[in-house]
């Protein structure tokens, strides 16, 4: 959670929320999905206006020998 200003919350904040299911099928076998989510306001330029539209979705696949 970040704050721009803290007299003006309701205008300049942003939030980054990073949920992750994991899955053990097998014994040294991992899958994962998970994503970021980035939602945010400010009035001036900052990062959290310019990553506001790039949420992303990822699968993770680890296989351990």
Known sequence: FAVMDVR???DNYGVLLQ???RWLPFQN????IG???IHGQ???PSYITMLKSL???YL???VSF
């Open 35 to 37: 994503g970021y989510i």
């Open 42 to 44: 400010c009035k001036q």
């Open 8 to 10: 003006a919350l309701a």
């Open 29 to 32: 076998v991992e899958l994962a």
């Open 19 to 21: 949920p992750e299911l």
């Open 55 to 57: 949420d992303l979705l």
């Open 60 to 62: 993770h696949t680890k």
